[in-house]
């Protein structure tokens, strides 16, 4: 990406001369209506699921990480070492990923375990919204609970698959999911 998506000299008075301060620039782009797939097509919703907010019949809880790191996304996908200095990176930094490095100064240890856990808990939920929202006939699939319900499942599948930025959100809204589509009537019944 061109250095001005993000950056611009005419931007002074932000750090970095940044575009829009750190914690609003990432999800300028990174949210539901990126306006990069068709309307009303959620392709991506890191920053919905990040702050916690946008689901239906679910309130709103923001991702454990956001009030220690004030909002920004950068903690994680631009992670600099503090020992890095002017080094440039082959990881954290400008490539945007979000390296184990990034996360051992809260998690001893790294958080793959606590990830693969909450993957787990969170991936059973989508099996069962999936299996149930199959299950609403056809002339059921316009009506605002089964609507509602697919907008959760979307947002979820649009974190990285699997809610990776809010698991515990994702499953808040899986659940609130489970109970919109246990109002309706399904073929077997
Ligand atoms: C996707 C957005 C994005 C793009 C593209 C981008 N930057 Fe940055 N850049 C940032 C952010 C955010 C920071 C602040 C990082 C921080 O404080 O953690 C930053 C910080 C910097 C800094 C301050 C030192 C540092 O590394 O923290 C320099 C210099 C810089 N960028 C240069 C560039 C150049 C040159 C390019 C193009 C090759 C570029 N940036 C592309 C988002 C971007
Ligand atoms: C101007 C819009 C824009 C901004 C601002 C922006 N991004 Fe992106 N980002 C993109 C696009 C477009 C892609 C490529 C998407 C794709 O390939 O599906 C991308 C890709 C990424 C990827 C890789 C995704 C993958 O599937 O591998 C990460 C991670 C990422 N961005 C994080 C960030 C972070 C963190 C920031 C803020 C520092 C940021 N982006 C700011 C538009 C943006
Ligand atoms: C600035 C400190 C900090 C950093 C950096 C950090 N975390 Fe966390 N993380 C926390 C805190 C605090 C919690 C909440 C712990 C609790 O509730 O017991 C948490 C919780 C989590 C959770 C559980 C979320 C949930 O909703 O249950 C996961 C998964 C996680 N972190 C993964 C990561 C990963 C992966 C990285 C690195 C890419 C990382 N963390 C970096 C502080 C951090
Ligand atoms: C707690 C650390 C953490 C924070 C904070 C965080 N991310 Fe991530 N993000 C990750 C990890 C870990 C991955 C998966 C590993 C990877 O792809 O580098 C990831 C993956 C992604 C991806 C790729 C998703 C895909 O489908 O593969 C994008 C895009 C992204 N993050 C954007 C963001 C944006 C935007 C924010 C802020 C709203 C953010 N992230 C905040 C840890 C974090």
Known sequence: MACSSCHSHAREDVEAYLLLPKN???ISCHKM????????????SQAEMFRGVEGRGALGIP???FGQMQGSCTPCHMYRP???????LTEGGHTFDAPVSACLPCHQGGAE????????EVESLLAQVEE???AVPSELQGSPL???AKHNLDMVHGDGGWGLHN?????ALLEAALEMLQALPTEER
């Open 24 to 26: 609003e620039l990432c």
């Open 33 to 44: 209506d990126c306006g990069c797939a068709g309307k009303g097509v959620i392709h991506q």
């Open 63 to 65: 991702s454990k990480h």
């Open 82 to 88: 503090p020992e890095a200095g002017e080094a440039v």
């Open 113 to 120: 375990a606590l990830v693969a856990q909450r993957r787990s």
């Open 132 to 134: 149930a929202l199959g």
């Open 146 to 148: 089964y609507q509602d």
């Open 167 to 171: 698991p515990t959100y994702a499953k």
